[in-house]
């Protein structure tokens, strides 16, 4: 493995491994309504769906 091999595979974003599992909300403490990965929920910013609607709905949580 060249120098350069070893810099571009630390680059390159490794595929999360972690389990799906249903998480709990940061905003009401809810469980969400589907399992995700730990890189799917913190796209999701520790959001549910309800709490994600509420903030489409009107730009601002309860």
Not at 8 to 25: E, G, I, M, V
Not at 37 to 47: G, L
């Amino acid at each position: 493995m060249t120098f350069l091999d070893r810099i571009l595979s630390a680059l390159t974003p490794k595929q999360d491994t972690s389990p799906r599992r249903y998480r709990l909300c940061s905003y009401c403490g809810k469980r969400s309504d589907e399992p995700y990965t730990d890189s799917e929920w913190n796209a999701r910013e520790r959001m549910c769906e309800e709490c994600e609607y509420a903030e489409m709905a009107d730009g601002t949580l309860w």
